[in-house]
């Protein structure tokens, strides 16, 4: 999934917007330096948590064949 922000004039009412799939939101005004900041941020996280994603997959992965590897006898 792709890194979301949320940029928007008011403030979410309900506060669910990272239920609705956002990692961040920005209230305008927003100067441009801290706009930059923010979302270098988010996309630092997102590409943080894909790479822990990949490792527990590949974690996961080498789990099952050294799993399946033990259960097999010699011929």
């Known amino acids: ?3 979301t922000a949320l ?4 403030p979410p009412v309900d506060g ?3 239920q609705r799939g956002a990692q961040s939101v ?13 979302l270098e941020a988010l996309l630092v996280g997102h590409e943080d948590e ?6 527990i997959a590949a974690q996961r ?6 799993g399946g590897e033990s259960g097999r ?3």
């Open 1 to 3: 999934y792709p890194a």
């Open 7 to 10: 940029l928007t004039a008011y």
């Open 16 to 18: 669910n917007w990272k």
């Open 26 to 38: 920005l209230v305008k005004p927003v100067g441009t330096q801290d706009l930059v900041r923010q």
């Open 50 to 55: 894909k790479q822990r994603n990949r490792a």
């Open 61 to 66: 992965s080498e789990t099952r064949k050294l």
């Open 73 to 75: 006898k010699a011929s």
